[in-house]
């Protein structure tokens, strides 16, 4: 299929950019690497009058450490995060992430900010913002926010972004001595989507875990923290036995909403859950040491 009719813009900076958001409230839609836009707008289920192509636009892309956490530009694409070895030393998980998303060519064009501002049901960097806690700045035209990834994700392919806004910015913590980190997940072949995939990030302090988040993706309409995995392991020596009772319960945030389709039932995807639970958080405490 082709696209519905469109009119192009290609700005070459973000006062530009949010100012054509502002003219064009509601119907314009930003285009960042395009690997998820493009796609639906072929397929009719995204039909912008106005795309707003932010790839021309200098200075959105960059990894940079700052404020004891580090700094990714939204622009920064896939192969950025997975090559880079501030994040690979930082937030392995994510480098890891990063290298497993689709194949090289959607690599070298995806960014960290279209994932996000996408919310894919089975993308894996929502899944892995949200287990390490960061947040999104996003800009208008005559102002700026920032977003816990908490708040961020809301529903299926829906955010707290304004139509008004773009993501400029990712700000991650700095992560404290004894974290481990981990990323584990079940892909569709051709596409590798997560049919389900669970981020782990642990804290352990004298054979205690001290913090513990768990993040969810591909299993229901959106990244979902488990939280009742989180409380399980929190003050608790992470035997096998907790580690075992921790992941049985990471599908429970997601039991009235699990995916269902031609790809995974949802009783397939809240055993895979629990599964890459186990790996995930496994992984994790190893690296915690």
Known sequence: MVTSNFEYFAPTSVDEATSLLSKYRGEAKVLAGGHSLIPMMKLRLAEPRILVDIGQIDGLSYIKEEGGGVSIGSMTTYRELATSSVIQSNYPLLADASAKVADLQVRNRGTIGGSLAHSDPAGDIPAVILAIGGSV???????SREISIDRFQVDLLT?????NEIITEIKLPGLTSGTG???SKFHQPASHY?????????????GTCTDARIAVTGAGDKATRARRTERILKGKELTPAVIRRASSRAAAELEDSLNDD??????YRAHLTQVHAGYAIDQAVEAAG
């Open 137 to 143: 700045v996003a800009r208008t035209r005559r102002s």
């Open 159 to 163: 955010t707290a972004l304004r139509d």
């Open 181 to 183: 980190t981990a990323y």
């Open 194 to 206: 997560a049919i389900t995939g669970v981020a782990a990030v642990i804290t352990v302090s004298g």
């Open 262 to 267: 031609i790809h995974a039932s949802a009783e």
